[in-house]
T-cell receptor, first 110, second 114 residues
């Protein structure tokens, strides 16, 4: 089963605007994690939200989780050119392995 | 901030040769993982490792693959007889003790099979 399907696939915005990315998943999870990947680099952990949490903040990041709809969103406020990257959600179940989606490519123009 | 380190950053190998990818997880972490990402595709789980044994492995992780923690710091992935389709970025990750902890990833090893 697939887990972590993001939309949109690509998003282009101007610096200062907010960027919203959505993620849907199909099976139950213990937590959902968001990662950033700069081109050709590793995955940087951004934020983890537990299945019993509905919203979480970290700096300019806001993540929501709706387990009834099996969906999550990542909001980046006041975006910067340095936020340009691919963003992935990944669900973790009891077995702990992460199942990644295809990601959203975010381009922030100065 | 502690980080996961992987070596080499790029490995070029002839098909059929053995390759060993190395990882140094974060020092107090107890759970270790390998993932791979074929160019333009999703990041895929390969194997998880805890308490000196494999916890779970995916269908990709067949008999050609093995993992080892040869000492207290290194975690290795060996591919015995590489195939062209093994070309990918391989990521190591580690996780600390306790529930709902994030996995921390290294920068990856780009493996190119010729």
């Amino acid at each position: 089963s697939q887990q972590g399907e993001e939309d949109p696939q690509a998003l282009s915005i101007q610096e200062g605007e907010n960027a919203t990315m959505n993620c849907s998943y199909k099976t139950s999870i213990n937590n959902l994690q968001w990662y950033r990947q700069n081109s050709g680099r590793g995955l940087v952990h951004l934020i983890l939200i537990r299945s019993n949490e509905r919203e979480k903040h970290s700096g300019r990041l806001r993540v929501t989780l709706d387990t009834s709809k099996k969906s999550s969103s990542l909001l980046i406020t006041a975006s910067r050119a340095a936020d340009t990257a691919s963003y992935f959600c990944a669900g973790a179940r009891n077995t702990d392995k992460l199942i990644f989606g295809t990601g959203t490519r975010l381009q922030v123009f100065p | 901030e502690p980080e996961v380190t992987q070596t080499p950053s790029h490995q070029v190998t002839q098909m059929g040769q053995e390759v060993i990818l190395r990882c140094v997880p974060i020092s107090n972490h107890l759970y270790f993982y390998w993932y791979r990402q074929i160019l333009g595709q999703k990041v895929e789980f390969l194997v998880s490792f805890y308490n000196n044994e494999i916890s779970e492995k995916s269908e990709i992780f067949d008999d050609q693959f093995s993992v080892e923690r040869p000492d207290g710091s290194n975690f290795t992935l060996k591919i015995r007889s590489t195939k062209l389709e093994d070309s990918a970025m391989y990521f190591c990750a580690s996780k600390g003790q306790g529930g709902n902890q994030p996995q921390h990833f290294g920068d990856g090893t780009r493996l190119s099979i010729l």
